[in-house]
């Protein structure tokens, strides 16, 4: 299962947002020149997931994402916890947990 498969339906929505980055990871290692030199990647292909959940069920889904995410290496990943002050669905006009 994937962790977009976990969390739906636990969550109200979320986003990936997929790009490049450099952390603790080892950087891959890449056959160039038609397979005779080897280059080290610049940088790591990543993803990020965001969501917005009530403080009822932030462990829940915190647990949810360690649990799918967890394969016992560094390049695993981190999870940020952040407090939102306030919450406005522009479609629904609803706000806070009701936006959610």
Same mark, same amino acid.
Do not use: P
């Given at each position: 299962?994937?962790?977009? &498969?976990?969390?739906?339906? *636990? ?12 952390? $603790? ?6 056959? $160039? ?9 610049e ?10 959940? &009530? &403080?009822?069920? *932030?462990?829940?889904?915190? %647990? +949810? +994402? ?6 016992? !290496?560094?390049?695993?990943g981190? +999870?940020?916890? $952040?407090? +939102? &002050? $306030? ?5 629904? %006009?609803?706000?806070?947990? !009701?936006?959610?």
């Amino acid at each position: 299962m994937t962790i977009s &498969d976990a969390i739906t339906g *636990v969550v109200g929505g979320f986003t990936i947002i997929e790009g490049n980055g450099r952390g $603790s990871g080892k950087r891959q290692n890449i056959r $160039s020149e038609r397979g005779t030199k080897i280059i080290t990647a610049e940088y790591n292909k990543v993803a990020i997931i965001s969501t917005i959940v &009530d &403080d009822s069920i *932030v462990e829940k889904v915190c %647990k +949810i +994402i360690e649990e799918e995410a967890y394969t016992g !290496e560094n390049t695993d990943g981190i +999870i940020a916890i $952040s407090n +939102i &002050d $306030s919450v406005f669905n522009i479609g629904t %006009k609803k706000e806070n947990s !009701e936006a959610l």
